[in-house]
């Protein structure tokens, strides 16, 4: 099966840097990658996907890239700010090609200190 | 709309003991997905349905684990006997379709955190 292996697993920036998350995964068949937040005490909401068909996906002050020769995908966030302090976990599935269910990481504790 | 119910969010039970979480998903989900997350790992899947079909069960512990999903809707997950290592938070997941297609993200519940003593 599928394995998603997520680095660092703890992030402090200073408001206003930008902060990288990396995952890679072991299945060449997985074609769908989505990120989730999970804020202290609360359910993981998605915040941006992409698809195996593009390098990269961008949202405001998020984006996604994606190598799928090296299978490793990264998050990156500009413009940090207090409120972007979370739990991100990535994942992975073989999305339109079957009915697989994601794979998540393990997570990044993201800390923005003001 | 209304989200993905979960009860009971909080519950403590000695080890060898038994306890069942309930879920209810978006109304018109037809996937529902349970999932096991241990204190500072990832969401590890359990089990996922398709409307009222097992779709997969692979990572379930099948000797103390027992999920259903009667009429397609509600879903109810149980654990018998528990075990120390069981302590964690069930996640309940619905999506209107399935990984990967325009309807297929994932809507999470508040969880239900359980505590094996």
């Known amino acids: 099966g599928e394995n998603v292996e997520q680095h660092p697993s703890t992030l402090s920036v200073q408001e206003g840097d930008s902060a990288v998350i990396k995952c890679t995964y072991s299945d060449s068949a997985s074609n769908y990658f989505p990120w989730y937040k999970q804020e202290l005490g609360k359910r993981p909401q998605l915040i941006i996907d992409i698809r195996s068909n593009v390098g990269e996906k961008k949202d405001q002050r998020i984006a996604v890239t994606l190598n799928k020769t090296a299978k490793h995908f990264s998050l990156h966030i500009t413009e940090t700010q207090p409120e972007d302090s979370a739990v991100y976990f990535c994942a992975a599935s073989q999305g339109d090609t079957g009915r697989r269910a994601l794979t998540f990481g393990s997570g990044t504790r993201l800390q923005v200190q003001p | ?117």
């Open chain 2, 1 to 117: 709309e209304a989200g993905v119910a979960q009860s009971p969010r909080y519950k403590i039970i000695e080890k060898r003991q038994s306890v069942a979480f309930w879920c209810n998903p978006i109304s018109g989900h037809a996937t529902l997905y349970w999932y096991q997350q241990i204190l500072g790992q990832g969401p590890k899947l359990l089990i996922q349905f398709q409307n009222n079909g097992v779709v997969d069960d692979s990572q379930l512990p099948k000797d103390r684990f027992s999920a259903e999903r009667l009429k397609g809707v509600d879903s109810t997950l149980k654990i018998q006997p528990a075990k120390l290592e069981d302590s964690a938070v069930y996640l309940c997941a619905s999506s209107l379709g399935t990984p990967g297609l325009n309807t297929g993200e994932l809507f999470f519940g508040e969880g239900s955190r359980l505590t094996v003593l």
